[in-house]
């Protein structure tokens, strides 16, 4: 296998749940060196069962190493870890590693190098920094649930866990370039996420009708919010997505699917206008896309340069001829699971592409290799493990 480009990191994996392990990940796959750190008696797992579909997918490309951080004996192993680490993520609340005695500003002393990464519910200070933090909370608070859902429904959640997913995300990248950084500079520094700040940030355009618009965005369903006609219409067997808003693809739709009465019409003269009678113009559209399949449709709007797709479940996803063009889902061997295939990475590179190498790991299984890497022989070995230290 070719040399990866994150090879020459090694990283530190404290995280548990969802959003550190996806900020890892990220690392892992591209070839960093990550050693993860589980306490030796904790039969849990962060999210399922440890041979189950989610731990299996957070966690490939790791090395185990059991690790009772509440013993002194665990922690100075942590410290000789760190001396050689570039990086060290967490995302214990913030209270925690300063009890621990493994907070930034303390490990730094032993590492100035270290890139030391902190992902938490909140931030690491601030009026809310010792509240649990959950995704599902961040995206109340977040405002994500008010803009998500049909009209007058209520507080809707998206299907995925998007606060914790991108606050990982956002960690790596924030990761990567203190990693850039430390080339001129020669030191670390302290990288913090949260999964708030991420779900702020992700609004996007919906924040900055507020701040700048000072427009507050209200729940529309399926319907773009402010591109008009975009949305989901039913057709003969099923329903699919159509987006045709602005003058030309609208244009190019009503050509398409033969309703160029429409734009003749005043009330959808315009963008605002549109956007004023959207309800009456999409009642008008679905009355035409139920007349043919979704199939017949996908195609002759494709064809007319009119963006529209199909609205799959998810094994219709892996089913698609251009996903599995993409390679998105990539095959893996578990060594007691077998054959799996596990959900790639978004990011493709001609030289030096991300790799799966290996299979999650069973909790401590690299815990002897990575302390005799870090010179404990046999017998301090056996010793802290008769301890339980590891």
């Known amino acids: 296998m070719q ?11 404290l995280t548990r749940a969802r959003a550190g392990p996806t900020a890892v990940r990220q690392l892992a796959d591209w070839g960093a060196d990550v050693i993860k750190v589980e306490a030796p008696d904790d039969a ?10 989610d731990f299996q997918n957070l966690h ?44 930034y500003e303390t490990l730094r002393r032993i590492n100035p190098r270290l890139v030391y990464a902190s992902i938490s519910g909140f931030g690491q200070d601030g009026p809310y920094k010792d509240r649990p933090g959950l995704d599902q909370i961040a995206q109340g608070m977040g405002g994500l649930m008010s803009i998500t859902g049909l009209p007058g429904q209520g507080p809707v959640r998206v299907g995925i866990a998007i606060a914790d997913l991108t606050a990982g995300i956002f960690c790596a990248m924030g990761i990567l370039v203190a990693l850039l950084e430390r080339e001129e500079s020669g030191e670390g520094q302290w990288v913090q996420s949260s999964l ?53 693809l609208f244009a190019r739709f009503c050509k ?41 449709w996908i195609a002759t709007l494709n064809a007319a340069g009119v963006p529209c797709g199909p609205i799959y479940k998810i094994n ?42 290996s299979a999650t790991p069973e909790k401590g299984e690299h815990t002897e290799a990575i302390l005799r890497e870090l010179g404990y022989d046999a017998g301090a070995i056996a010793q802290l493990r008769a301890r339980k230290v590891i």
């Not at 192993?77 to 209270?95: S, T």
């Open 3 to 13: 040399k990866l480009p994150l090879s020459r990191f090694r990283v530190i994996d």
């Open 196 to 248: 708030l700040a991420a779900q702020i940030a992700m609004l996007d355009f919906q924040a900055a009708r507020w701040l700048l618009a000072k427009e507050i965005p209200e729940q529309a369903g399926n319907n773009h919010p402010t591109a008009i006609p975009t949305g989901v219409f039913a057709t003969a067997d099923g329903h699919i997505n159509i987006a045709a808003s602005g003058p030309e």
């Open 316 to 357: 219709e996803v892996f089913a698609d001829p251009q996903v599995r063009h993409i390679g998105i889902a990539r095959p893996i061997a578990h060594p007691e699971l077998g054959p799996q295939e596990l959900v790639g990475q978004a990011v493709d590179m001609t030289r030096t592409p991300w790799a799966l190498r």
């Open 256 to 296: 398409a699917a033969g309703a160029e009465h429409l734009l003749a019409d005043p009330a959808y003269s315009s963008g605002r206008a549109r956007l004023k009678n959207r309800d009456q113009l999409n009642r008008e559209i679905e009355a035409i896309t139920r007349g043919k399949s979704s199939a017949e």
């Open 60 to 103: 490939r490309n790791k090395r185990s190493l059991t690790l009772d951080l509440k013993a002194a004996e665990g922690r100075e192993i942590l410290k000789r870890l760190v001396a050689q680490a570039d990086v060290l993520v967490e995302n214990y609340r913030p209270d925690v590693k300063h009890r621990l005695g493994i907070d």
């Open 44 to 53: 849990a797992t962060e999210v399922g069962s440890r041979h189950g579909f």
